[in-house]
């Protein structure tokens, strides 16, 4: 931790449910500092000081932080893709930062003044709470074991230079937090705020990690994973029996799309989101990083793609020669969520009409052939967007119990239809049958520490349901699977160069080639191999962006992250994580 820890508390004063909230707040005080004794007066003290825990949500990293796992291929690979990734120097660039703590720390320490209602302490500490769960659960993804506080420190504080506490001891103190939290926190549904729900929520988020994390972790001789698997398992039921959240509904065909590019959201489902607007010039990039060809042409990759199910329930390896299918032949008859979550055949912008004319996959955009519209909205906001983005949902709640109950070997058939069948339904993909699970070998091939068709089959749903919100990396380090950010990420297969109809339509869209001709043909779009990209098995096969990059995963280091250097260097009890040296 750096050592520079300052006595003053930078208040961030964030827009409540994005209105413009003015307070003389900060005419009253200067904007740099605040003293405990002039402030935490009034309830509104409380919301002011707590609204700065927000900026630590992600935005834009909820879905671009699958740009870093097998979902997606973009044209310029991070460094934990690429196998490059070295010992970072300052803390800034590990992620090994911590005034986030320290201002929630000193809230705690100063908010229980008996001149406020003793409710509203208790909300407002709850949120306190929540977010130190979250600021550790966050260190724990990353590190593993870290410093644990829970109290405000100053420079002369001795506990600047203690070791690291284990991820024991930090796991529970994490629970500790939130279990406060769910006690405490109003009920109320506010989706840009903590409540008691998305605490409850979270809650079955952190042990059901960290319950898979130490069973398929025996490298760390980690106990207790079956307990933190029925604690997830507990938490997610109890948010399922009492909760006012539910699925959102509607039309099978458009239900999933329409629920991440509508401009507010969703009431049943989005238990805790970031909001945007217009009014208060908060916005994102998700229009602009999908459609847009300058934005690392995400691309999703063809194992998502081949994850999805048949419309009638069987595994798309089922088909002949579903390895080798056309664009057009392989989007047929597949789950509906596959048609809201890339470009096929009839796309349209949200709000064009019928006679607006359909976009085949933009290869400027996405060399993989499979072009993303999960969060794509109309677009007048492709050079900014105001829909919200989910952090927590009642789907991924669904389907942590049925993880958590699946590994625990509790997924009865009872069970898969309270959770994950709830989640199929809704876009009309025949239920999961516990006991008639049809053998699908690519599935298989995937993951190498369980073969358990159960587990296969909430890995195959959490994948798809929860695409680019966030999950896919830390889901695959967590199951020790992280061999498979090493494999050579494949697009669209052709069974040649030249020319395709991508949309079935009798007329060609798209040329595959080695060099752009000169001129170009009207209206034919061009997948320019060149140098770098290829065609899996020469002359045909499957797009591969990055043909000549060797990737590669380190099973003896790459599930931690490394501490940085400098504070190594500032504090000698610190140890590095294993195999960073």
Known sequence: MKTKIKYSIVVLVWATLLTACKDDFLDRYPQSEISSQQFFNTEKDL??????????????????????????????????????????????????????????????????????????????????????????????????????????????????????????????????????????????????????????????????????????????????????????????????????????????????????????????????????????????????????????????????????????????????????????????NRDPRLSQTIRTPGYRRINASLATAALVPDYANTFTGYQNIKFVSTPDQDAAAYTPLPLIRFAEVLLNYAEAKAELQQLTQVEADRSINLVRARTGVPKLLVNLIPNDPVIRAQYIHTADPVILEVRRERRIELVMEGFRYYDLMRWKEGHLLAEKFKGVYFPSKGLFDLDGDGKNDLAVVDVRPTPPASGIQYLVLGTDKALSNGISGNVIVHDKLVKKFDESKDYLHPLPLNELTLNKNLAQNPGWK
């Open 47 to 332: 919301e002011l000081f707590t609204n700065g825990f927000y900026s630590a949500f992600p935005e834009d990293d909820i879905y671009m932080s699958d740009f870093t796992s097998d979902n997606v291929d973009i044209s310029g690979l991070s460094e934990v893709l690429n196998g490059t990734r070295i010992i970072p120097t300052s803390a800034a660039s590990a992620g090994w930062t911590w005034q986030p703590l320290y201002n929630i720390n000193y809230f705690l320490d100063h908010y229980n003044k008996p001149a406020i209602a003793a409710e509203a302490r208790n909300h407002y500490s709850g949120i306190a709470r929540f977010f130190r769960a979250y600021f550790y659960f966050e260190k724990l993804k990353r590190f593993g074991d870290v410093p644990f506080y829970n109290k405000p420190l100053n420079e002369q504080s001795p506990e600047l230079y203690k070791a690291r506490d284990p991820r024991t001891l930090v796991t529970d103190s994490i629970i500790a937090d939130l279990d406060y939290a769910i006690a405490n926190l109003r009920i109320a549904k506010t989706p840009g705020r903590v409540n008691k729900w998305a605490a409850l929520a979270f809650k079955s988020r952190v042990c059901l990690f960290e319950g898979t994390f130490r069973k398929y972790h025996d490298e760390f001789n980690l106990p207790g994973a079956d307990a933190l698997l029925q604690t997830a398992a507990a938490a997610a039921d109890l948010f399922m029996r009492t909760s006012p959240y539910k699925l959102a509904t509607g039309t099978s065909s458009t239900v999933y799309l329409n629920l991440f590019s509508s401009q507010t959201p969703n009431a049943d489902e989005y238990i805790l989101t970031t909001l945007y607007a217009l009014a208060v010039n908060r916005s994102h990039v998700a229009n602009a990083i999908f459609t847009s060809p300058t934005r690392n042409n995400p691309g999703i990759t063809k194992s998502l793609v081949d994850s999805y199910l048949m419309s009638d329930g069987r595994p798309f390896s089922a088909l002949p020669n579903y390895d080798k299918l056309s664009f057009f032949s392989e989007v047929q």
